[in-house]
C-alpha cells in the first residue's frame, strides 16, 4: 500500500522560507511524478509545483514563480518544496502528490493523481 506523508509545515512570518518534504513508502517513486498542490477553504485545489519523474519538467504556479523550487530525491524516495520570501497569501493547506504511469493526472488541478497524502497547514502571519 503506497503512503504519502508530508511534514515541515507550520507558521512563519511574512518574508521567512520553509521547506516542505513528502515520503512516500511502498513504492519506488522513481517513476512517479511529484507535485505539491494548495487549498484554502472555500477555494480551489491549486497546482503549486510539480516535478517529473526524471526531475528533467517541472511546473510552478505563476504565484509562486521566483520563490518556490521543487525537487526530488529518489534514493530516499521523498520529493521537496523549499519555500522561500513566503507571503500571507500563501496560507493554505499544502498536499503532496504521486503520479504513476502513464502519468496522466493534471499538474495545475491535480485531477487524476492515483495517490494523495493528508496535507501539511502552512501559515504566513504578516
Known amino acids: 500500500q503506497v503512503q504519502v506523508v508530508e511534514s515541515g509545515g507550520g507558521l512563519v512570518q511574512a518574508g521567512e522560507s520553509l521547506r516542505l518534504s513528502c515520503t512516500v513508502s511502498?513504492?519506488?517513486?522513481?517513476?512517479?511524478?511529484m507535485c505539491w498542490f494548495r487549498q484554502t477553504p472555500g477555494k480551489e485545489r491549486e497546482g503549486v509545483s510539480c516535478i517529473s519523474y526524471g526531475g528533467a519538467s517541472t511546473y510552478y504556479g505563476d504565484s509562486v514563480k521566483g520563490r518556490f523550487t521543487i525537487s526530488r530525491d529518489n534514493a530516499k524516495n521523498t520529493a521537496y518544496l523549499q519555500m522561500n520570501n513566503l507571503k500571507p497569501e500563501d496560507t493554505a493547506m499544502y498536499y503532496c502528490?504521486?503520479?504513476?504511469?502513464?502519468?496522466?493526472?493534471?499538474?495545475?488541478?491535480?485531477?487524476?493523481?492515483?495517490?494523495w497524502g493528508q496535507g501539511t497547514q502552512v501559515t504566513v502571519s504578516s
Open positions: 502528490a504521486a503520479d504513476p504511469p502513464p502519468h496522466s493526472g493534471s499538474w495545475v488541478t491535480g485531477a487524476g493523481f492515483k495517490y
Open positions: 511502498g513504492s519506488s517513486i522513481s517513476s512517479y511524478a
